[in-house]
């Protein structure tokens, strides 16, 4: 996991894992009183969960422009060095492919924990 963290690049790779840090703290801080019965407003809480999939969304971004650069960066060594094998190009675009899917398993997540808390909160609500 250490060798695809700085393969992709670590600024874009540690800012994604920032975001993810920051959805599951986001979600634990506001969802765990509602799991556990301490939150009395769930109508507040409901109006909460779109967050969770607003930051997931943000990860998912983020891993596509980490993507976009290094593929602004693989073309430009391809244009500076001309004729370059297969293998070797193929090898960059593979490298470029990493923060991409790390945003989108970043907000996979966020649906995960979208769709959980809104079977708890709205099953709560209904018992009301």
């Known amino acids: 996991m ?3 963290f700085y ?18 703290a986001w979600a ?3 969802f ?8 009395t407003d769930l109508a507040k809480a409901v109006s909460r969960l779109k967050y969770i999939k607003t ?3 943000f990860g998912m971004v983020s891993g596509i422009l980490g993507q976009l650069i290094g593929l602004y960066q693989a073309f430009d060594f391809l244009e500076a060095h001309g ?7 193929s090898g960059g675009l593979k490298v470029s ?11 996979l997540l ?15 609500l209904e018992k009301k």
Do not use: C
Request: no cysteine; charged share 10%.
């Open 2 to 4: 250490k060798h695809f």
């Open 7 to 24: 393969s992709g690049g670590p600024l874009i790779m540690g800012t994604i894992t920032v975001i993810l840090i920051v959805m599951i």
């Open 28 to 30: 634990i801080y506001h």
């Open 32 to 39: 765990l009183p509602v799991l556990i019965n301490k939150e």
């Open 55 to 57: 930051i997931g969304t």
């Open 83 to 89: 004729d370059i094998s297969q293998s070797i190009i």
């Open 97 to 107: 492919l990493i923060p991409s899917i790390y945003g989108l398993l970043i907000f």
């Open 110 to 124: 966020s649906l995960i924990f979208w769709i959980v808390f809104d079977y708890h909160v709205v099953k709560k």
